[in-house]
């Protein structure tokens, strides 16, 4: 018998259908993640920049907590539709106003959105992969995720300088609610009752919390870069910023799909401290803003080992856990990428206007050094019951 050819496979109408939503998503969410920013500093200063992204993530994850319950009781369909509209929709205001309190409102609605519809595409993504190659479908998922951040992180500032500030809105609008077309060719409920339950019994579980507080660590950095890099190197090479975000995504990308691999032969828990460490070595290398190779090094660095842990906590955390506790694994590990980005953003806001932006992100890279003891303690943890 041809044990290749008796796999199922993983690539089924349904899938494609949730891919579109996968880029959808990703698109509204990156494009203008390091445009609204600059956007708002123009007008406002460094820590509105800061906070804009930072009530976006907060909002994010509150929300992500509780979408788990939403899903159950609403289904796939209709949260994910409403997500859509709230990640988009808003956006369309910021080109009438650029005003601080509106532009921190519509980030915060927008974080609505993105949570319900990463909580929702989630477990339905793990609804639709068979359970034999769900590893393997979660990366291809990933992959697509990825390259949709890749595409629209760096493209979002691009059109900014070409085309405006208008433009970012306007596509950033237009992409996710297009793709509530699609929504109804998607199953409407989860398969398994009970799925929402577990979110408040896995924060008080170590062994899913340790991974997920090694990657809120690389996850600030990312959080950090994306909002400030754009304003510390203004005044350098016009491609600088672009190229830097476009390093760091592409990066990010590559490594998660190559720890994927190696992880599944080597063991994901491994893979914790080297991604670490890559991530605080390329954000101090960041923070010599005046040398363009040493960012564009330095964002490719930290990129890989923010796609190290990326792949690496999320396959931990689903390995502890039982089938029907992966919509909490998948709140968790999403709310640990969110709070992450809001703190770094938020924190280097604040710190930003008294050190200037070199030293917070060098002060940056050393806090996330201060994370390594952390790291024997997720990897020693043994898997929940």
Same mark, same amino acid.
């Given at each position: 018998?041809?044990?290749?050819?008796?796999?199922?496979?993983?690539?089924?109408?349904?899938?494609?259908?949730?891919m579109?939503? =996968?880029?959808?998503?990703?698109?509204?969410f990156?494009?203008?993640?390091?445009?609204?920013?600059e956007?708002?500093?123009?007008?406002?200063?460094?820590?509105?920049?800061?906070?804009?992204?930072?009530?976006?993530?907060?909002?994010?994850?509150?929300?992500?907590?509780?979408?788990?319950?939403?899903?159950?009781?609403?289904?796939y @369909?209709?949260?994910?539709?409403?997500?859509?509209?709230?990640?988009?929709?808003?956006?369309?205001?910021?080109?009438?106003?650029?005003?601080?309190?509106?532009?921190?409102? =519509?980030?915060?609605?927008?974080?609505?959105?993105?949570?319900?519809?990463?909580?929702a595409?989630?477990?339905?993504?793990?609804?639709?992969?068979?359970a034999?190659?769900?590893?393997e479908?979660?990366?291809?998922?990933? &992959?697509?995720?990825?390259?949709?951040?890749?595409?629209?992180?760096?493209?979002?500032?691009? &059109?900014?300088?070409v085309?405006?500030?208008?433009?970012?809105?306007?596509?950033?609008?237009?992409?996710?609610?297009?793709?509530?077309?699609?929504?109804?060719?998607?199953?409407?409920?989860?398969?398994?009752?009970? @799925?929402?339950?577990?979110?408040m019994?896995?924060?008080?579980?170590?062994?899913?919390?340790?991974?997920?507080?090694?990657?809120a660590?690389?996850?600030?950095?990312?959080?950090?870069?994306?909002?400030?890099?754009?304003?510390?190197?203004?005044?350098?090479?016009?491609? !600088?910023?672009?190229?830097?975000?476009?390093?760091?995504?592409?990066?990010?990308?590559?490594?998660? $799909?190559?720890?994927? *691999?190696?992880?599944?032969?080597?063991?994901?828990?491994g !893979?914790?401290?080297?991604?670490?460490?890559?991530?605080?070595?390329?954000?101090?290398?960041?923070?010599?803003?005046? $040398?363009?190779?040493?960012?564009?090094?330095?964002a490719?660095?930290?990129?890989?080992?923010f796609?190290?842990?990326?792949?690496?906590?999320?396959?931990?955390?689903?390995? @502890?856990?039982?089938?029907?506790?992966?919509?909490?694994?998948?709140?968790?590990?999403?709310?640990?990428?969110?709070?992450?980005?809001?703190?770094g953003?938020?924190?280097?806001?604040?710190?930003?206007?008294?050190?200037?932006?070199?030293?917070?992100? !060098?002060?940056?890279?050393?806090?996330?050094?201060?994370?390594?003891?952390?790291?024997?303690?997720?990897? *020693?943890?043994?898997?929940?019951?």
């Amino acid at each position: 018998m041809n044990v290749a050819a008796s796999r199922p496979p993983i690539v089924t109408g349904a899938l494609l259908v949730r891919m579109a939503t =996968v880029v959808a998503s990703s698109i509204g969410f990156f494009l203008p993640f390091a445009v609204v920013p600059e956007y708002a500093e123009r007008s406002s200063g460094a820590t509105a920049a800061g906070a804009a992204n930072a009530a976006l993530l907060v909002t994010t994850v509150a929300v992500e907590l509780a979408a788990p319950a939403l899903v159950a009781r609403i289904g796939y @369909r209709w949260a994910l539709g409403l997500g859509l509209l709230a990640l988009g929709a808003p956006t369309l205001v910021l080109m009438a106003s650029s005003d601080a309190a509106v532009v921190i409102a =519509v980030s915060a609605l927008r974080g609505v959105g993105f949570a319900i519809t990463v909580v929702a595409g989630g477990a339905l993504t793990a609804e639709l992969v068979p359970a034999s190659r769900r590893g393997e479908g979660l990366a291809l998922v990933g &992959l697509v995720s990825g390259v949709s951040a890749l595409v629209g992180l760096p493209a979002g500032s691009w &059109l900014a300088q070409v085309a405006g500030y208008d433009a970012v809105f306007a596509v950033t609008a237009a992409v996710p609610i297009l793709s509530v077309l699609t929504v109804p060719f998607l199953p409407g409920r989860p398969a398994a009752a009970g @799925r929402a339950a577990g979110v408040m019994a896995g924060l008080r579980t170590p062994s899913l919390m340790w991974p997920a507080a090694i990657f809120a660590a690389s996850a600030a950095g990312t959080g950090i870069l994306c909002t400030f890099v754009p304003l510390a190197v203004r005044g350098g090479p016009l491609w !600088l910023a672009p190229a830097a975000l476009l390093a760091q995504s592409a990066t990010a990308t590559l490594a998660k $799909w190559v720890a994927g *691999r190696a992880g599944d032969r080597r063991g994901h828990e491994g !893979l914790l401290l080297p991604g670490l460490l890559l991530s605080a070595a390329g954000m101090a290398a960041v923070s010599l803003t005046s $040398w363009s190779v040493s960012v564009m090094v330095g964002a490719a660095v930290f990129g890989a080992g923010f796609g190290v842990l990326q792949n690496a906590t999320m396959t931990v955390m689903y390995a @502890r856990v039982r089938p029907e506790m992966f919509s909490t694994v998948s709140a968790l590990w999403n709310a640990a990428y969110d709070s992450g980005m809001a703190a770094g953003a938020f924190a280097v806001g604040l710190l930003a206007p008294f050190t200037g932006y070199p030293p917070a992100l !060098l002060i940056t890279a050393v806090l996330m050094a201060a994370v390594l003891p952390l790291v024997r303690n997720a990897r *020693r943890i043994p898997a929940a019951a």
